[in-house]
């Protein structure tokens, strides 16, 4: 596609509830990130993943969180066991190779009620 | 280890006035600078980014840098402000890691 696209857009979750946000990269781009940004925070990195592989997981917060590329294209975010410390917009950005011109889709945001 | 420090977390400035938005960074190695703009309820776009050579890099929407290696700064310019340039600025330093390390943002106001 034209732009990095993320879904779903908006997410409410009851704590103790689990969530999946799906990110969908530009077509033909190799690597795939995820950060996640708290109100009035810069942006924390999570994960990456190069094609399928995840090289690098040493932005997620705890066990709960959990992501995934099987096909190197679509990525999903998954967060069990939803915490209110978890409410954030998690942003998805992807390139054709490294972290140096990242294109960012417009964010999942999660609400823990 | 890198990291990113955004003196200022709100800057206000009138329209048509000079836009300074600071940035230092601290890198082990020699750093990749950018700087991203986010508006309400977007994802972040890149302004513009140092890599090599000349250190005064410009970028979109009239905005420009210039890479300080001895005061290991990266300061966003402007020389107008518009209205439209009212958004959040990040700036992040990619020092050969596997990703980029941002600063906490600097939200920028403009008053007619």
């Known amino acids: 596609g034209a732009g990095v696209s993320q879904s779903p857009r908006y997410k409410v979750a009851k704590r103790g509830q689990d969530v999946a946000l799906r990110c969908d990269p530009i077509?033909?781009?190799?690597?795939l990130f995820w950060y996640q940004q708290a109100l009035g925070q810069g942006p924390e990195f999570l994960t990456y993943?190069?094609?399928?592989?995840?090289?690098?997981k040493s932005g997620l917060p705890s066990d709960r969180f959990f992501a995934e590329r099987p096909e190197g294209s679509v990525s999903t975010l998954k967060i069990q066991r939803t915490q209110q410390e978890d409410s954030a917009v998690y942003l998805c950005?992807?390139?054709?190779?490294?972290?140096?011109?990242?294109?960012f889709g417009a964010g999942s945001r999660l609400t823990v009620l | 280890a890198q990291s990113v420090t955004q003196l200022g977390s709100h800057v206000s400035v009138s329209e048509g006035a000079l836009v300074l938005l600071r940035c230092n960074y601290s890198?082990?190695?020699?750093?990749?600078l950018f700087w991203y703009v986010q508006y309400p309820n977007q994802g972040l776009q890149l302004l513009l980014k140092?890599?090599?050579?000349?250190?005064l890099v410009k970028g979109i929407n009239g905005f420009e840098a210039e890479f300080k290696k001895s005061e290991t700064s990266f300061h966003l310019t402007k020389p107008s402000a518009h209205m439209s340039d009212a958004a959040e600025y990040f700036c992040?330093?990619?020092?050969?890691?596997?990703?980029?390390?941002f600063g906490k943002g600097t939200m920028l106001l403009v008053s007619p």
């Open positions: 950005a992807s390139s054709f190779s490294g972290a140096n011109v990242l294109t």
């Open positions: 077509s033909g781009h190799v690597s």
């Open positions: 993943f190069q094609n399928e592989a995840q090289l690098d």
């Open positions: 890198s082990s190695v020699p750093p990749y």
């Open positions: 140092y890599t090599t050579g000349a250190t």
């Open positions: 992040a330093v990619n020092s050969g890691y596997s990703t980029l390390t």
